[in-house]
């Protein structure tokens, strides 16, 4: 099914009909600063994400210095629900770390 959208770019910039148009959302701030603090890293932090071989091409920087605020802002997605197996894989990290059977999240549930 195709649709039709018009989007208004900002001052300034051009589109060539025939290209592509990349439109990324960003994340709030407040899930920004949350995941910042979770890795424990700062705003103004660079970061290299390495690129792993056999992997589906990333969807954002690789193998050169990022800035931290700005991949968690336009490049992850902070809002989605975890998947089953990203929930095996944190739980498996922070059990190991932990020694514990049990991980809480919050105080309403436990993993």
Do not use: W
């Amino acid at each position: 099914m195709k649709r039709h959208i018009e989007i208004e770019l900002p001052l300034g910039m051009t589109y060539i009909p025939g290209r592509y148009l990349q439109v990324l959302p960003t994340n709030g701030s407040e899930n920004v600063e949350r995941a910042l603090t979770y890795f424990g890293l700062d705003k103004d932090d660079s970061i290299i994400i390495k690129k792993v071989s056999g992997h589906v091409r990333a969807q954002f920087p690789t193998d050169a210095s990022v800035n931290a605020q700005q991949v968690f802002q336009c490049y992850i997605e902070l809002n989605a629900p975890a998947s089953r197996s990203q929930m095996k894989e944190y739980r498996s990290s922070h059990l190991q770390s932990s020694g514990s059977s049990t991980i809480r999240c919050c105080d309403r549930c436990q993993l």
